[in-house]
């Protein structure tokens, strides 16, 4: 059977999902240590498997026993990622729980996923195909899993993903590098595919960029002190118009600190679609 989804430009670099990465190991903790051999998944790693292993290397530090899968639907690059992956073997680099394997949307009904990730796949499609693949991907999680489903630009300094359990609702998170921060409203760009279209007046998400970017005005005196003070005073001047997470592990000050920002899905969800 074909695997389910259409074949990405497959561009990648190394480091370029460090953002998401660290949202995953660090604010994604739990749910990975909860798990008894947890699996993750890298869903369309595209050309160049190295993102992949650099999920591998962070999600073993933190859950030693977990495995890592990346899951490509495209033949030549499932074959060109295990050959590297045997190199690092033959070198002596073991990467136990490790491997590549043929595959898209439909996941594997014999071991569902503890998180997957899902970066700069949807793109392509259409919203509606987007809601679907999101339907689609929840499905197949274990209980307590978690999809992590978004989109950053080419060098990774800027990204927004959405963290959705099989049921209820999620969250999404805005992250940046701070030192190239122009203004906040730039990580429009980024949105994932559910809300890259609905950034026009009268939606959620549109108010919110326009909030967030008149807190990044009003903390402009702050920038005396450097890009990450002035991040800090916008988004703690934001919370007090948004739901915006003030705790750990998914937010306050150590997580804004990084250049992020999360709120509950639903605070930013189309009409209809929370």
């Not at 073993?60 to 030549?76: N, Q, Y």
Request: glycine letters at 10%; proline letters at 8%.
């Amino acid at each position: 059977m074909r695997p389910e989804g259409e074949i990405t430009r497959g561009t990648t670099n190394p480091s370029r999902l460090r953002r998401v990465d660290r949202w995953i190991t660090q604010a994604l903790r739990p749910v990975l240590r909860a798990a008894e051999r947890p699996l993750v998944i890298d869903l369309g790693y595209g050309a160049s498997p190295v993102t992949t292993l650099e999920l591998y290397r962070g999600v073993r530090a933190v859950a030693p026993d977990a495995e890592v899968t990346g899951l490509e639907i495209d033949p030549e690059r499932v074959a060109y990622a295990r050959q590297g992956l045997n190199r690092l073997r033959d070198a002596g680099d073991e990467l136990p729980g490790l491997g590549f394997a043929l595959g898209g949307f439909e996941l594997s009904a014999s071991r569902r996923p503890t998180v997957v990730r899902a970066f700069n796949v949807l793109r392509q499609y259409t919203e509606d195909q987007a809601w679907a693949a999101w339907s689609r991907l929840r499905a197949g999680l274990a209980d307590g899993g978690v999809l992590v489903e978004g989109t950053c630009d080419e060098i990774g300094r800027r990204a927004v993903w959405v963290t959705l359990p099989r049921q209820g609702t999620g969250l999404i998170t805005f992250s940046t590098r701070l030192m190239s921060l122009e203004r906040p409203s730039d990580l429009a760009e980024r949105l994932p595919k559910t809300l890259i279209h609905r950034n026009v007046p009268g939606e959620p998400v549109y108010q919110f960029l326009k909030d967030l970017d008149r807190s990044w005005d009003t903390a402009a005196p702050y920038s005396a002190f450097g890009p990450r003070q002035r991040w800090l005073v916008a988004v703690a001047s934001l919370a007090g118009q948004w739901p915006v997470l003030r705790y750990p592990p998914y937010g306050g000050p150590r997580r804004w600190r990084l250049g992020e920002v999360t709120l509950p899905w639903e605070a930013l969800a189309p009409p209809g679609r929370s």
